[in-house]
C-alpha cells in the first residue's frame, strides 16, 4: 500500500480547499462505488454552504438570463418576480428592512458627527481619520457606534439566509470599518462577531489571528502602537498581520492555565469551532483513503493522488500534530464547561432552553448568553461531520 503522509495533506489544505460538507464520512460509506471520485472531486473541497457567485435566494438557481438584485438592500438575488416574492414573505421581509434602516442611520450619524467636535476638542474634524482608534472615549459617538453594531448584524443575518460571499464579505467589512475606530472594548458585540464571520467565509488562520490579537489587547502595554495601526488604517481593512497555517496554533500556550478561564464565551467557541473543523477534515481524508484502498484495492488512488499532489505542491506545513489538536479540543470543552456550564449541552441540543425562554421571559445571563450564542454559532457547528458526537460524548462523560 502506498503511503500516504497524512500530515502534509492536511497541511496542504487551504481555507477555502478547506471540506466541511463534502468530505463528510458518512456520505462516503453511502457512495462507496466509486461514483464519488468521478462526480466529485473529493479533494477539491467544495463548501457548499459558501457560494462564490449568487444565486437565486429561492429555488438556488442561476439563470442564463441573469438574476435581479433587491434594490432595497442588495443582498439578495433572484430568477424572477415570483422568486422574489416567495423568499421576501418567508424570510427577507426583516433583514431587508433592518438592513435598509440601519444603512440610513449610519449614514444619518456620520454626517452628524462630521460637524460635531470630539471630546474636549473644541474645532470641528474628520472625526473617521483623526479619531480612529479612540471611538469608545467620545459620547458622541455611541450613537453612530451602535448603528453601525445593528447594521453589521444585520448583514450578518442576510448572509446566514442566502450563503453568499459577498453578503458575507459586507458584513465583514462594516464589522471590520467599525472595529478600525475603537480600539477599548466598547464595541464589544462587533469584535465577537468578527471570528464567526470569518469563520463563515472559511477563513480560519485569519480568525485565530483575530482572536490571538484580542486575547493579547489587554496585556499589550504598547497602546499607542495600537492607536496608530488604527489610525493608519483605511476603513474595511484588516489591522493587523494575518498569520499562515495559524489555525494549528494553541491559544493557551501563551497563557497560564488561570487566564484561560477568564477568556469570553463568543471567542471560546469560535477557537473549538476551528479545531473541530480541523480534526474533522482530517479524520475524513483519513478514512476516504482507507474506503479508496479497501473498495479498490488501490487502483483509483491513482485518481486521488493527483490531486492530492497539486496541493502538497503549494506549500507544506511540519510537525503537525493532530493529537495535540485532539488534546486542545478537549481543553476548550473544559474551559468552556467552566465559563459557562450551559453552552455546550445549548450547541447540542438548543430546544430545552428555547422552550424555556418562550414560556419564563426572565433568564439568568448565563443562560440568556448560551442561547444567544446558538444563531451565531450552530449554522456552522451543524455542518462539522462529527463534532455533535464529539461534543455529546464529552457531556456524557461528565454526567
Ligand atoms: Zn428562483
Ligand atoms: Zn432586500
Known amino acids: 500500500m502506498p503511503a500516504f503522509d497524512l500530515f502534509q495533506l492536511l497541511a496542504s489544505l487551504s481555507p477555502e480547499q478547506r471540506v466541511v460538507g463534502e468530505l463528510n464520512t458518512e456520505m462516503l460509506n453511502d457512495q462507496i462505488d466509486g461514483s464519488l471520485l468521478d462526480d466529485k472531486p473529493m479533494y477539491e473541497g467544495k463548501n457548499p454552504f459558501l457560494q462564490k457567485e449568487p444565486w437565486c435566494a429561492n429555488c438556488h438557481s442561476r439563470p442564463d438570463a441573469g438574476l435581479l438584485l433587491c434594490s432595497h438592500c442588495s443582498t439578495a438575488w433572484y430568477c424572477n418576480k415570483t422568486c422574489q416574492k416567495i423568499h421576501f414573505r418567508a424570510h427577507h421581509k426583516s433583514i431587508c428592512k433592518d438592513i435598509s434602516k440601519h444603512q440610513h442611520s449610519v449614514k444619518q450619524e456620520a454626517q452628524r458627527l462630521r460637524k460635531t467636535p470630539f471630546g474636549t476638542d473644541r474645532a470641528r474634524q474628520n472625526v473617521f481619520e483623526t479619531q480612529a482608534g479612540y471611538f469608545s472615549q467620545g459620547e458622541q459617538t455611541d450613537h453612530y457606534m451602535s448603528a453601525r453594531e445593528s447594521l453589521t448584524q444585520s448583514y450578518f443575518d442576510a448572509a446566514l439566509d442566502v450563503h453568499i460571499q459577498s453578503v458575507w464579505e459586507k458584513a465583514l467589512f462594516e464589522a471590520l470599518a467599525t472595529f478600525r475606530l475603537d480600539v477599548a472594548a466598547d464595541a464589544e458585540e462587533i469584535w465577537f462577531i ?54 494549528f496554533l494553541d491559544i493557551f500556550e501563551q497563557r497560564s492555565n488561570a487566564n484561560d478561564y477568564s477568556l469570553p464565551i463568543h471567542i471560546l467557541v469560535p477557537l473549538l469551532l476551528i479545531k473541530l473543523r480541523l480534526v474533522a477534515t482530517y479524520d475524513s481524508i483519513k478514512k476516504a483513503i482507507e474506503v479508496v484502498f479497501e473498495t479498490t484495492g488501490g487502483q483509483r488512488i491513482q485518481v486521488v493522488r493527483d490531486r492530492v499532489t497539486d496541493m502538497l505542491m503549494e506549500r507544506s506545513l511540519q510537525n503537525l ?79
Open 194 to 247: 468578527i471570528p464567526y464571520i470569518l469563520l463563515y467565509l472559511d477563513r480560519d488562520d485569519d480568525v485565530l489571528a483575530f482572536i490571538r490579537h484580542l486575547t493579547q489587547v489587554d496585556a499589550e502595554q504598547n497602546m499607542e502602537e495600537l492607536v496608530r495601526r488604527h489610525i493608519e488604517s483605511h476603513e474595511g481593512e484588516w489591522i493587523f498581520p494575518s498569520e499562515k497555517d495559524c489555525r
Open 321 to 399: 500534530n493532530i493529537d495535540a489538536q485532539r488534546e486542545q479540543i478537549d481543553h476548550l470543552m473544559e474551559v468552556i464547561d467552566m465559563v459557562n456550564p450551559a453552552v455546550l449541552p445549548t450547541m447540542v441540543d438548543p430546544d430545552p432552553l428555547m422552550d424555556r425562554f418562550e414560556s419564563q421571559r426572565e433568564m439568568p445571563a448565563h443562560l440568556l448568553e448560551a442561547l444567544e450564542n446558538i444563531p451565531r454559532c450552530n449554522p456552522c457547528f451543524n455542518r462539522i461531520p462529527g463534532a455533535r458526537r464529539v461534543l455529546a460524548r464529552h457531556l456524557d462523560r461528565k454526567k
